[in-house]
């Protein structure tokens, strides 16, 4: 989709499509920053900068809505880090939450003091020194690859059902072995941040408490030889 070089902003806010990551793919920057808005949730949009990058975000009121309410906007992070789907749950989470009173912009700005989730990683990673170097290379590669999406998000900012749907997308992208070992390498870097840090609640324990399980391993059958 090509900016469109409307006259006004109001017209660029009337720019209504379902955003998917075709969609998002095809939009080109203008001369200024636009927005497309999703045609499916109410608020959740992409602005398009001159430069090419393209950040998701959501628009909502707080107080609970109204018309006479302030109107606050959060930028979720950028396309590319973020895929479409995990934008739009965060925005659903967001206007959510707003939508009981609460006004995550405020809470964004708190959460910048949070320490972020490849922080928490770094600190993990120096805690043993002694541990075999075979087994950090095998740990930031699962971290870059099935985590990395996650490393600039707060502490706090991954939940519950974060952890469940990673866990789901893992099992059955790269097998129940790598959803084990990743959901357990999350599990161990939150260990320390949540001693350190008072009301920090480790997401992966919330998901075992919740009904959450790993996979029972499996062994390999090996016949006897005739």
């Given amino acids: 989709m090509t900016a469109p070089n409307p006259p006004s902003a109001k017209r660029v806010a009337r720019v209504k499509l379902t955003l998917t990551k075709r969609a998002v793919e095809a939009m080109t920057p203008g001369d200024k920053p636009w927005i497309a808005w999703d045609d499916k949730l109410t608020g959740f949009g992409v602005q398009v900068h001159p430069t090419g990058a393209k950040s998701f975000l959501v628009n909502y009121r707080t107080d609970g809505g109204g018309r006479n309410a302030p109107n606050k906007r959060v930028v979720l992070g950028r396309f590319g880090r973020l895929t479409v789907d995990e934008a739009r749950n965060m925005a659903k989470q967001a206007l959510g939450k707003a939508a009981g009173g609460d006004d995550p912009a405020t809470k964004r700005a708190t959460a910048r003091a949070m320490p972020l989730l490849e922080d928490a990683f770094e600190d993990y990673m120096k805690v043993n020194p002694k541990r075999a170097e075979s087994s950090n290379r095998m740990y930031r590669a ?13 502490l706090d900012a991954i939940e519950r059902r974060d952890v469940e749907e990673r866990f789901i997308r893992l099992t059955r992208d790269h097998g129940w072995a790598g959803a084990n070992r990743s959901i357990a390498l999350l599990r161990s870097v939150y260990r320390r941040p949540c001693v350190d840090i008072e009301g920090l609640r480790n997401p992966v324990d919330l998901w075992l408490a919740g009904g959450g399980e790993y996979h029972r391993p499996r062994r390999r059958k090996i016949s006897n030889p005739a």
Avoid: N, S, V
């Avoid at 699962?142 to 998000?153: P, Q």
């Fill in 142 to 154: 699962e971290f870059a690859y099935l985590l990395g999406d996650w490393r600039t998000r707060p």
